[in-house]
């Protein structure tokens, strides 16, 4: 499995508009962060877990060179408002794009994008994709077993995803008690630590290290990380098995 991180930044994105903080001005690559995003390689296919607003970007400059699925964690504008850039999947590979959601957010997919699901529009218009329903039970897409995970957003219930021995955990405030039982034996976990600050719906930094610590994966890597988190610092306080992630990292599992 190769893994990329498309984006590891927070909804409004770091630089932030309109802020001169020290990180939003940084001219350390690092700091960055286009909306969090992941491409997985695994066995000749291509999944994305979340295509955000960032997603055309972000493809063009890893040059992603086609989409067999997409996983959505949940219906968030920072995680779903590329699913139109999916059409130059259509036109140039001549195929569908299936999706993956929980019910409540294919609901808010249906409500942002209704021309894509209402069959009124002509197709070369359209993003096209097949979608798929999911809820916790583990499924496949091309023999790739996934395997949800019950995560908690606030009070929104959202999904993360274990492929192998990899798991992908972003958007986190809670983490169920049963949901700790599909994270254990990892070789690398990808959480987010959105800030110092407390949250009422994302781990604080402090808090995030000590889920990675809790869960005890091989390697943690934070993404969704603020403004308020310069990534240089952020190193200076971490133990070698914990990194905050950066945009266009890339990692053979």
Not at 45 to 66: N, Y
Not at 104 to 111: A, D, F, G, N, V
Not at 164 to 178: L, M
Request: charged fraction near 20%; include cysteine; charge should be neutral.
């Amino acid at each position: 499995m190769k893994v990329t991180f498309l984006g590891t930044g927070t909804s409004m994105g770091v630089p932030m508009i309109g802020c001169n903080c020290k990180v939003c001005q940084s001219d350390d690559p690092r700091d960055a962060r286009s909306r969090t995003s992941v491409w997985l390689e695994i066995n000749g296919k291509h999944l994305i877990i979340d295509s955000g607003i960032d997603f055309r970007q972000q493809a063009l400059r890893e040059k992603i060179p086609t989409v067999d699925a997409v996983l959505f964690t949940h219906h968030h504008a920072d995680h779903i408002f590329g699913l139109d850039d999916l059409r130059p999947v259509n036109y140039l590979q001549k195929k569908d794009v299936e999706i993956f959601a929980n019910q409540q957010t294919l609901r808010h997919l249906e409500r942002v994008y209704p021309y894509v699901f209402d069959n009124h529009y002509c197709p070369s218009d359209i993003p096209q994709v097949k979608y798929t329903v999911i809820d916790e039970n583990p499924f496949t897409i091309h023999d790739i077993k996934i395997i949800p995970i019950l995560l908690y957003h606030g009070k929104l219930p959202i999904l993360g995803f274990r492929i192998a021995d990899f798991a992908y955990c972003t958007d986190v405030s809670q983490i169920p008690g049963n949901s700790y039982k599909l994270l254990k034996n990892l070789r690398v976990l990808v959480i987010g630590a959105l800030r110092d600050r407390p949250h009422p719906t994302h781990f604080t930094f402090t808090e995030a290290i000590s889920e990675a610590r809790k869960i005890n994966a091989a390697q943690t890597y934070f993404v969704h990380m603020s403004h308020e988190l310069s990534h240089q610092q952020m190193l200076q306080n971490l133990p070698s098995n914990i990194q905050p992630a950066h945009d266009g990292l890339q990692l053979e599992i």
